[in-house]
């Protein structure tokens, strides 16, 4: 038995491919001359392999029709031992080692054993699949857990840079040419090794925190890594989910500076030469600085005597206002003839004088925090002016980014919201807790901690829950809370910019609404006991039904971006409105009672008495049967307007019922969540439904984009005529964000 078939007796066993794809794989290696024997040492070409010369289009394919792939190649090598060809030609040494070295399960990513292996091995797992840029690709290990290439390159780095944590708990890696540790990061660690772990566009670089949950799970969960070791400067709002780019957290005051927003879209900002545009001050090039205050605002920082003081902030371009620059940058680069790519685009789109003059603004805590519902402007005034110890607040923001929290994730004002509460309770007690409270839940739990700013009292409550509960637990709760104050916020930033702007009381509409969307989910938090007996039980109970919210606050929110802009909509339709999906299970009976009143108003007088008989036989009959579901909109309490679908097959749902109550007749928000409801639906999936040929009704159908497919003669025998109607999938709907976020 030559050595290359005694090493695969030996490990054969353990070897996670299946006969045949392991002696497909081994036997189109030979034939391509990656592997030859010598001796009954196997010789492996690993210069080819390193540079990707593998095709496998040239593999047979197996009898289930699939192709080998890299990741064959890379179980299959694990198995063996062989001396690189070109070395042992040139040295003569003929000792085998291992080809690939595998961990035989996640504790030697532990241990210490993987790379104590991998040292010896003539190729490394991530150096096979190099070309093919899928860093997440399963590689099954001897114990059956999988692992990728991602998570060994890692865990191979981590000890080549002779990785460990210091006193806060940080994790630092060493930096051999400057002889010190450095704090860990993705930039870092591509400065280091010249390896980005991943994709373009997907790696641990440019995604820090999205790329470790996706494709570092092992790492996140034995704690060779954490969640906080990949803080970035960026990102979205959202509990746990950050930014698609590091960004510069200071720069140089010059006239154009290049700026990022928190989805990454970068573009070139005018600062002035001289001047700040629009607001006469002075530039001071040696002690100005532009520095990233929070995801999509950046402030202009002067220093005297040591001491930092914001000056002015600049908001940065969203939406619609930032395409519209890079698509006409991109329209230029094409007409010039030159190469068009995002990067191009990005450091071609500016926003010159007028964007500045109309977004720079001089700073003031009162465009940040305003007053409170029914606040005196004394009890304002007095609650806000510990604030304007600039000083202390950078330095409060500096202490929780020293716990590892990245605070240019939070909005500017919930930033000036926790500064304030840590500046007003200096005792030790206290300080200890919060801080305590933000290494361990992060942006997730001080998101929630200060969503409550407006309840004081229930500060307290959330310390109380992160104190009392198992962590796993608690993270998922802030999780989803933070998750109903973004849905929230978004509903704001929506309504404010189409129905509240110009009205002399904006603000506080706005903070009103704010109040009744998150109410729900405040009055869950209220209630809910840590020191239950069944706490675990509760907890998961209150996260579900937090979710519940969460889904109420979206469907609220896409119901208003169907209005069109001219639509007459009182503030009191709003505030006072919720919009949710119900089981019929769930139902009470009162809420059955207002069903079929509106059913039956809608019809009485239109239909004829046997068929209005049978239709309301019905819908009693769908009332009372769990597993239909209904989407209901509320207004002050009372049912306005609802619908029924059900899903009859993988991409059909049966859609019905679309009712409103007769006083909401002409309200465009009762229309507008009919209108976004099936737009929801029809976004990916074909909707039926069936009308009685003189229903009022058909014509609202027919409007959304409904056709006629066939008729029903004798409906239920009652002699009548039914329209059987279809809409095909929407290509281009709008509604698409609730399956984003839900």
């Given at each position: 038995?030559?050595?290359?078939?005694?090493t695969?007796?030996?490990?054969?066993?353990?070897?996670?491919?299946?006969?045949?794809?392991?002696?497909?794989?081994?036997?189109?290696?030979?034939?391509?001359?990656i592997?030859?024997e010598s001796?009954?040492?196997?010789?492996?070409?690993?210069?080819?392999?390193?540079?990707?010369q593998?095709?496998?289009q040239?593999?047979?394919?197996?009898?289930?029709?699939?192709?080998?792939?890299?990741?064959?190649?890379i179980?299959?090598?694990?198995?063996?031992?062989?001396?690189?060809?070109?070395?042992?030609?040139?040295?003569?040494?003929?000792?085998?080692?291992?080809?690939?070295?595998?961990?035989?399960?996640?504790?030697?990513?532990?241990?210490?054993?993987?790379v104590?292996?991998?040292?010896?091995?003539?190729?490394q797992?991530?150096e096979?699949a190099?070309?093919?840029?899928?860093?997440?690709?399963?590689?099954v290990?001897?114990?059956?857990?999988?692992?990728?290439?991602?998570?060994?390159?890692?865990?191979?780095?981590?000890?080549?840079?002779?990785?460990?944590?210091?006193?806060?708990?940080?994790?630092e890696?060493?930096?051999?040419?400057?002889?010190?540790?450095?704090?860990?990061?993705?930039?870092?660690?591509?400065?280091?090794?010249?390896?980005?772990?991943?994709?373009?566009?997907?790696?641990?670089?440019?995604?820090?925190?999205?790329?470790?949950?996706?494709?570092?799970?092992?790492?996140?969960?034995?704690?060779?890594?954490?969640?906080?070791?990949?803080?970035?400067?960026?990102?979205?709002?959202?509990?746990?989910?950050?930014?698609?780019?590091?960004?510069?957290?200071?720069?140089?005051i010059?006239?154009?500076?290049?700026?990022?927003?928190?989805?990454?879209?970068?573009?070139?900002?005018?600062?002035?030469?001289t001047?700040?545009?629009g607001?006469?001050?002075?530039i001071?090039?040696?002690?100005?600085?532009?520095?990233?205050?929070?995801?999509?605002?950046?402030?202009?920082?002067?220093?005297?005597?040591?001491?930092q003081?914001?000056?002015?902030?600049?908001?940065?371009?969203?939406?619609?206002?930032?395409?519209?620059v890079?698509?006409?940058?991109?329209?230029?680069?094409?007409q010039?003839?030159?190469?068009?790519?995002?990067?191009l685009?990005?450091?071609?789109?500016?926003f010159g004088?007028?964007?500045s003059?109309?977004?720079?603004?001089?700073?003031?805590?009162?465009?940040?925090?305003?007053?409170?519902?029914?606040?005196?402007?004394?009890?304002?005034?007095?609650?806000?002016?510990?604030?304007?110890?600039q000083?202390?607040?950078?330095?409060?923001?500096?202490?929780?980014?020293?716990?590892?929290?990245?605070?240019?994730?939070?909005?500017?004002?919930?930033?000036?919201?926790l500064?304030?509460?840590?500046?007003?309770?200096?005792?030790?007690?206290?300080?200890?807790?919060?801080?305590?409270?933000?290494?361990?839940?992060?942006?997730?739990?001080?998101?929630?901690?200060?969503?409550?700013?407006y309840?004081?009292?229930?500060?307290?409550?959330?310390?109380?829950?992160?104190?009392?509960?198992e962590?796993?637990?608690?993270?998922?709760l802030?999780k989803?809370?933070?998750?109903?104050v973004?849905?929230?916020?978004?509903?704001?930033?929506?309504?404010?910019?189409?129905?509240?702007?110009?009205?002399?009381?904006?603000?506080?509409?706005?903070?009103?609404?704010?109040?009744g969307?998150?109410?729900?989910?405040?009055?869950?938090?209220?209630?809910?006991?840590?020191?239950?007996?069944n706490?675990?039980?509760?907890?998961?109970?209150?996260?579900?039904?937090?979710e519940?919210?969460?889904?109420e606050?979206l469907?609220?929110?896409?119901a208003?971006k169907?209005?069109p802009?001219?639509?007459?909509?009182?503030?009191?339709?709003?505030?006072?409105?919720?919009?949710?999906?119900?089981?019929s299970?769930?139902?009470?009976?009162?809420?059955?009672?207002?069903?079929?009143?509106?059913?039956?108003?809608?019809?009485?007088?239109?239909y004829?008495?046997?068929?209005?008989?049978?239709t309301?036989?019905?819908?009693?009959?769908?009332?009372?049967?769990?597993?239909?579901?209904?989407?209901?909109?509320?207004?002050?309490?009372?049912?306005?307007?609802?619908?029924?679908?059900?899903?009859?097959?993988?991409?059909?749902?049966?859609?019905?019922?679309?009712?409103?109550?007769?006083?909401?007749?002409?309200?465009?928000?009762?229309?507008?969540?009919?209108?976004?409801?099936?737009?929801?639906?029809?976004?990916?999936?074909?909707?039926k439904?069936?009308?009685?040929?003189?229903?009022?009704?058909?014509?609202?159908?027919k409007?959304?984009?409904?056709?006629?497919?066939?008729?029903?003669?004798?409906?239920?025998?009652?002699?009548?005529?039914?329209?059987?109607?279809?809409?095909?999938?929407?290509?281009?709907?709008?509604?698409?964000?609730?399956?984003?976020?839900?």
């Amino acid at each position: 038995m030559n050595h290359a078939e005694k090493t695969h007796t030996e490990l054969n066993s353990n070897k996670s491919l299946d006969d045949e794809r392991f002696r497909s794989t081994k036997g189109f290696l030979f034939k391509e001359g990656i592997l030859t024997e010598s001796s009954g040492v196997n010789q492996v070409d690993v210069a080819r392999i390193k540079v990707g010369q593998l095709n496998y289009q040239r593999a047979t394919r197996l009898s289930d029709g699939s192709k080998l792939s890299a990741w064959d190649t890379i179980q299959v090598l694990s198995t063996l031992e062989g001396v690189d060809q070109d070395a042992s030609a040139q040295s003569g040494e003929n000792k085998p080692v291992p080809v690939i070295a595998l961990p035989r399960g996640l504790k030697d990513l532990q241990n210490g054993e993987y790379v104590y292996k991998a040292r010896m091995a003539l190729l490394q797992p991530w150096e096979v699949a190099k070309k093919f840029y899928n860093w997440d690709k399963p590689i099954v290990l001897q114990d059956g857990n999988i692992t990728n290439s991602s998570e060994l390159a890692l865990v191979k780095a981590l000890s080549d840079l002779q990785a460990k944590r210091n006193e806060k708990g940080g994790l630092e890696i060493y930096d051999e040419k400057a002889q010190k540790y450095v704090k860990f990061s993705g930039a870092a660690l591509k400065r280091l090794t010249g390896m980005i772990f991943g994709g373009s566009a997907d790696n641990i670089y440019m995604n820090p925190r999205k790329f470790a949950k996706e494709h570092l799970q092992n790492l996140l969960a034995l704690e060779i890594i954490k969640s906080e070791d990949f803080t970035t400067l960026s990102g979205s709002q959202t509990a746990d989910q950050y930014g698609q780019h590091e960004r510069s957290s200071w720069s140089e005051i010059s006239p154009y500076i290049y700026l990022t927003n928190s989805k990454g879209q970068g573009a070139k900002y005018y600062m002035g030469r001289t001047k700040l545009p629009g607001l006469n001050t002075e530039i001071d090039h040696k002690n100005m600085s532009v520095k990233l205050l929070a995801p999509d605002l950046v402030g202009v920082i002067k220093t005297e005597e040591s001491k930092q003081k914001i000056i002015a902030t600049l908001d940065l371009a969203q939406g619609e206002e930032i395409e519209k620059v890079r698509n006409r940058e991109a329209v230029r680069l094409r007409q010039k003839g030159g190469k068009v790519s995002p990067t191009l685009i990005s450091q071609g789109s500016t926003f010159g004088v007028d964007y500045s003059k109309e977004y720079l603004k001089s700073y003031s805590i009162t465009n940040f925090l305003r007053a409170r519902l029914n606040e005196k402007p004394e009890d304002y005034f007095k609650r806000i002016r510990i604030l304007d110890n600039q000083e202390e607040v950078i330095k409060q923001l500096k202490v929780f980014e020293d716990l590892g929290v990245s605070m240019q994730n939070l909005p500017w004002a919930e930033q000036l919201m926790l500064c304030r509460i840590a500046l007003e309770d200096q005792s030790a007690q206290r300080q200890s807790q919060l801080r305590n409270f933000a290494r361990t839940y992060g942006i997730a739990g001080l998101r929630t901690f200060i969503s409550l700013d407006y309840d004081r009292s229930l500060g307290g409550r959330i310390l109380d829950i992160g104190e009392k509960l198992e962590k796993p637990l608690v993270v998922a709760l802030f999780k989803k809370y933070g998750e109903i104050v973004d849905c929230a916020y978004q509903a704001k930033a929506y309504l404010d910019g189409h129905f509240f702007a110009g009205t002399s009381e904006s603000e506080n509409l706005s903070q009103k609404l704010i109040e009744g969307l998150l109410k729900k989910g405040k009055d869950l938090l209220s209630e809910f006991s840590p020191a239950s007996e069944n706490k675990q039980l509760d907890s998961v109970e209150l996260i579900n039904r937090l979710e519940a919210v969460k889904t109420e606050v979206l469907l609220f929110a896409q119901a208003f971006k169907v209005l069109p802009k001219e639509a007459k909509v009182e503030f009191e339709d709003i505030a006072n409105t919720s919009i949710e999906d119900r089981d019929s299970a769930s139902l009470t009976e009162e809420e059955k009672k207002q069903m079929t009143e509106i059913f039956t108003l809608n019809r009485l007088g239109n239909y004829p008495e046997k068929l209005l008989k049978q239709t309301q036989k019905d819908f009693t009959e769908t009332l009372n049967t769990p597993g239909h579901t209904f989407r209901m909109l509320v207004h002050q309490g009372r049912l306005v307007a609802f619908l029924h679908y059900d899903r009859i097959s993988g991409n059909e749902i049966y859609v019905g019922s679309l009712n409103l109550h007769p006083s909401a007749k002409d309200s465009p928000i009762a229309i507008a969540m009919l209108k976004a409801a099936l737009e929801e639906k029809g976004g990916e999936n074909k909707l039926k439904a069936i009308v009685w040929q003189n229903n009022p009704a058909g014509r609202f159908y027919k409007m959304l984009g409904f056709k006629e497919t066939g008729q029903i003669e004798n409906y239920e025998n009652t002699g009548e005529v039914y329209l059987q109607l279809e809409r095909s999938p929407s290509q281009d709907t709008q509604i698409h964000e609730i399956k984003k976020a839900a």
